[in-house]
Structures are given as structure tokens and as C-alpha cells.
């Protein structure tokens, strides 16, 4: 009947590095650039109907599947520092560069002219460029006495240039597809240790941040004032710390936070993350995102046995944010949009062991939580007709792509005198909820690698080849998803195998005559005929949805690296 071993299509990727750097102990100079070109496999789809699931079946390749989606990238950037100190007073300053031009393409599905298809749903361009220059101060004193200082000032500024164009652009959008824009920061901090209290760090910190615009892409600013400039704003935080002589640690910080849209949330990517506009093709601008954090903690360096040593830290967060920005999928493309208020809280434990120089255990895991909180949220398909409220009554409404735990644990192991580095580390990702009641079960690889040292020509330089695969037992492409979107039911009609003809049409459903036709030529595809000329389903299955993009699954890789 199908085909049970599926292969994910479009599964390539041409890349190509550059790295040039020199570096003093005063000056660094810095050159890299990346060209990249890759096929984009399409998303398994949601939709109940078999044939909305063929792109990835051998042979299967109609006009309406699309296996030659391309993204191609050149990315160029640049740096030129310079730091010293005068006695007690360090000093740098950095001028950056960076350009960004990005093209993709998706004519294979998508042939314009056409009014069936998102904007940008065929190709779209981006050129990104982006520079600026930041310098910092930091000056020691009172370094005897009670109360030692070391008090920090950092400030920035950055001119950011976007150039788009896209396809199926309506003549309605007010879209900026030339958007300038600048940000300057400043920031203020303080450490004081506080001697008499046995150590003692208090470290409060002040910022002022200001994005002038056109900020947020559109023509129209209605949810800000109408020139986009959102003026300068204010956010801080307060640390302690405290240390103690058998080697362990208590920390706190409270604070809040502004984070401004970038261009890839106001914009999208080009494939499958589009801009997010009202059914007239209207720009809809984001709100900046805005919120508190909280976070405290304990911890422990030192010495277990006279060739083990270890450490780790234990720390409770949250985040509360008002205009959180999200990523919203539909079953037509995704885009970033303010989500409503939220709650971020979770604990994570990271720390290490070291088996004195030939071998040292890390590990982390991070147990997280996300929701809406108040009474509204924008998350919920679709929005306007059947809001999350209805769908889900009583129930929190979670968070999307947010898992609710990520680990990792990896072993080092050294041999020849640190010459060769070998590893061995597992990685699990819970629970992601794409809706509410709809998530991508947990999924947990294993990965092996290695670097050998080739040839030495100074304590940090010569050859080095690195080594390694990831997903060692190919979990990745066989990732499903659960709960709602875990599986569904399909059932069947009568088929003529010779041909793939529906003859009847017994037990199909309401998805059409046509749907049907297409089903039956699919049942026949590569079926084994057996003497039986025609083939009844009255009987339903069960099909596993996979998560929409399927992971990758088992990569080698090698790279070679020279450092002179």
C-alpha cells in the first residue's frame, strides 16, 4: 500500500567559511564571511487529508509539492578593536560591520502572478546592513579598604539599513521595504564588596536605551507615536552575592528589561516565517517586549577527593512580560506577533566534575514552565473566529515553542597529553507545545566526536581536525508529535490497482470526489499487485503525524583548522 520508511526531501546544504584574524594584546582585527546555499524540505502538514502528507514519498512530485524550495546567503562581517589599561582604569573600543544579503526562492510551487500565496510565499529578498561603534570603561578603587568599587560604563550605538522586497506584496501594504533605523545604549554598573560582611557583592546596574526609527517597519505607527521614535527608556537591576570560605555561594538579582522586534521578527526569513499583516494586507506593528526578571540561587565549588573536583549552581527564575513576542503558526506560515502578558518560571541545575586532567563529566537541565496570564492572548488558530478562551475554557494557555525541559550531560575524555579530546553526550528536549493541546514528544539523542591536535606551533596554534556524528541511533527523523496532532484516522474506497482509478466511492469521508481520486492513485503507487485487480478499504488507520519539520537525524562531519 504507502510506503512505511519516509525520507525527508530537499536535504541539502552548501556551505563555505572564511576567518581572518590578528590579534595583540591590544588591537584585534577581524574578517569572516559565510556563503551558504540549501534545499528547504517542505512542513508536514496538520491537515486530516492523506495526500496533504506526500511530499516527503518517493516519486511523489506534482506541481502543488515543492522540492526545490532554495535559500541562498552570503554573510560578510567585520572588526576592529583596541583596549588598554592605565593603572587602574581599563579602556576599549570596538567598530563593527556587518552585511547580511539573503535570497529565496520558491517558483516550484508558488508561479507567479498569483493571489494564492502569502507574501513573500515565492521568493523574497533581503539586504541587511548593519554598523556601529561601542567602547567601555571600567576603573578600579578603593581596593584595601571596607568597601572596593569597580564601577563600569559601557555605551553603544548601531545604524541598522534593511533593503526587501517581496513577492505578492498587495498594493494596500504600507510596508517600509527600505527601513533605517538607529539604537544607542547606555549602561552604568557598580560592583561594591563589602568586606566587613565577608565578601559581600551588591552590583546595581542602570540603562537607558532609545531605537529611533522608522522602528517597527510600517507606514503607520497607530499603536505609537506617529513618527515610530519610541524615545529613550529605562530598565535596571540589583545582584548580590555572597561567598563563603567552605566553598559555597549565594546569589539573587532582580531587575526589568525592554527587548526591541529585530528585523527577522518585523520581516520574517523568506520561507515559512512571513510579515505579519491583517487580512487587507496592513502592516501590524509590534510592541517593544517589556518585562521583570527574578532569579536566586546557591552553589558549591571545591575539592571532593585528592583527584576529584567539582562544582555546581542550583537557580529558581521567572520572567513576567507585558507584549511577550512569540512565534505564531498557522497551517500556512509562521510569524513572530505580541502574544499577550506572560509568566516565564522554571529551575535549572548546571555544573561540572573533574577527574584531574584526563577526564571531566558537564551537566545541565533546565525544568521551565511558560503561560499567558489576564484574561486574552493572541495565540490560537484562528484568532479572530475561535479565540484560545473558547477552545480551551479553564484551561492555562500555554506558551508556544517553549520546551518544558532541556538536559544534556557529556563526558570529555584526554589522551596524549591533552593532544586528542574525545566526547560522548546525550541531549533531551521535552515536551514542545505547538498548541495547547498539541505538542512534539521528547526527544533525546546521542552524539560522539572527537579533536586531535596534528602538528604544534605554539601553545594555541598549529593543525587541529575535529570529528564527530550527531543523532548516533537517527532518533531525530522519527520525532512525532502527541496529543491532538498525534495521529488521525483515514479511510478508504475501492481502487482499480492497474491504473489508480476510483471506481467507488464507499467509505471516504467529505473531503470530495477528486481528494478521493488522488488518495486512490496514491494507494495504488507502488502497491504489489498480487493477481488482485482491485483493492476495498472499509476500514480505518491510524497515521502518526511527524513534527512538522523533521530533525535531520545521523551527520558525520569534519572540519580542519589551522590557527597562526
Not at 67 to 96: P, V, Y
Amino acid at each position: 500500500m504507502y510506503p512505511v520508511k519516509r525520507t525527508r526531501q530537499s536535504n541539502s546544504i552548501d556551505r563555505k567559511n572564511a576567518l581572518l584574524k590578528w590579534e595583540n594584546r591590544n588591537c584585534v582585527v577581524k574578517f569572516a564571511q559565510t556563503v551558504l546555499a540549501r534545499l528547504l524540505p517542505d512542513a508536514v502538514s496538520h491537515v486530516e487529508r492523506y495526500a496533504e502528507h506526500h511530499q516527503d514519498l518517493p516519486g511523489w512530485t506534482p506541481s502543488t509539492y515543492n522540492k526545490e524550495s532554495a535559500q541562498m546567503l552570503r554573510k560578510r562581517e567585520a572588526l576592529l578593536g583596541w583596549r588598554e589599561s592605565f593603572g587602574n582604569l581599563d579602556a576599549a573600543i570596538n567598530l563593527t560591520w556587518l552585511q547580511n544579503d539573503q535570497y529565496f526562492s520558491n517558483f516550484r510551487k508558488y508561479q507567479p502572478p498569483s493571489s494564492s500565496s502569502f507574501m513573500g510565499g515565492a521568493w523574497s529578498s533581503y539586504l541587511i546592513t548593519r554598523k556601529g561603534v561601542s567602547g567601555d570603561l571600567a576603573y578600579h578603587f578603593n581596593e584595601n579598604g571596607a568597601f572596593t568599587h569597580r564601577a563600569e560604563l559601557h555605551a553603544a550605538w548601531h545604524h541598522e539599513k534593511m533593503e526587501g522586497e517581496l513577492s505578492f506584496s498587495p498594493p494596500a501594504s504600507d510596508f517600509l521595504n527600505r527601513l533605517r533605523r538607529e539604537k544607542s545604549d547606555i549602561q552604568m554598573q557598580d560592583t561594591i564588596t563589602i568586606a566587613p560582611l565577608g565578601n559581600l557583592q551588591i552590583t546595581p546596574l542602570v540603562r537607558a536605551e532609545k531605537l529611533s526609527g522608522p522602528t517597527l517597519g510600517s507606514l503607520r505607527f497607530d499603536r505609537l507615536r506617529t513618527n515610530g521614535d519610541i524615545g529613550w527608556k529605562t530598565t535596571g537591576s540589583l545582584a548580590l552575592k555572597k561567598e563563603f570560605d567552605n566553598g559555597w555561594q549565594v546569589y539573587g538579582s532582580k531587575g526589568s528589561y525592554i527587548r526591541y522586534p529585530n528585523f527577522y521578527e518585523m520581516y520574517g526569513n523568506g520561507f515559512g516565517l512571513t510579515r505579519m499583516y491583517d487580512s487587507n494586507g496592513k502592516a501590524v506593528t509590534l510592541y517593544p517586549e517589556e518585562g521583570r526578571t527574578v532569579d536566586a540561587g546557591f552553589g558549591w565549588r571545591g575539592r571532593l577527593t585528592e583527584k576529584l573536583s567539582g562544582d555546581f549552581r542550583l537557580t529558581w527564575f521567572q520572567r513576567d512580560t507585558k507584549h511577550s513576542l512569540v512565534l505564531y503558526s498557522t497551517p500556512f506560515a509562521a510569524t513572530y506577533k505580541n502574544g499577550g502578558p506572560a509568566t516565564h518560571r522554571g529551575l535549572e541545575l548546571e555544573g561540572t566534575l573533574a577527574f584531574g586532567r584526563r577526564a571531566d563529566l558537564q551537566f545541565a537541565v533546565t525544568k521551565q514552565n511558560a503561560h499567558f496570564t489576564g484574561d486574552w492572548s493572541y495565540w490560537g488558530f484562528p484568532a479572530s473566529s475561535n479565540t484560545p478562551e473558547k477552545r480551551f475554557p479553564g484551561q492555562t494557555i500555554k506558551a508556544p515553542n517553549i520546551p518544558d525541559i532541556v538536559a544534556n550531560i557529556r563526558l570529555n575524555l584526554r589522551f596524549f597529553n591533552n593532544d586528542l579530546t574525545t566526547f560522548v553526550e546525550a541531549n533531551h528536549v521535552g515536551r514542545v507545545y505547538r498548541e495547547n493541546d498539541a505538542w512534539e514528544n521528547p526527544l533525546t539523542t546521542v552524539n560522539l566526536g572527537g579533536s586531535w591536535r596534528l602538528a604544534k606551533s605554539g601553545p594555541d596554534k598549529g593543525l587541529r581536525l575535529s570529528f564527530g556524528v550527531n543523532d548516533v541511533f537517527n532518533r531525530g527523523p522519527k520525532q512525532t508529535m502527541g496529543g491532538s496532532y498525534a495521529k488521525f484516522k483515514y479511510s478508504y474506497g475501492r481502487c482499480r490497482l492497474a491504473d489508480g482509478t476510483l471506481v467507488s466511492d464507499e467509505v471516504w469521508g467529505s473531503w470530495g470526489w477528486n481528494q478521493n481520486m488522488i488518495d486512490c492513485f496514491m494507494a495504488s503507487f507502488g502497491a504489489p499487485q498480487n493477481g488482485v485487480d482491485y483493492l476495498k478499504f472499509n476500514e480505518e488507520y491510524d497515521f502518526k503525524r511527524n513534527v512538522q519539520y523533521p530533525r535531520a537525524g545521523r551527520t558525520f562531519y569534519a572540519t580542519l583548522n589551522w590557527t597562526f
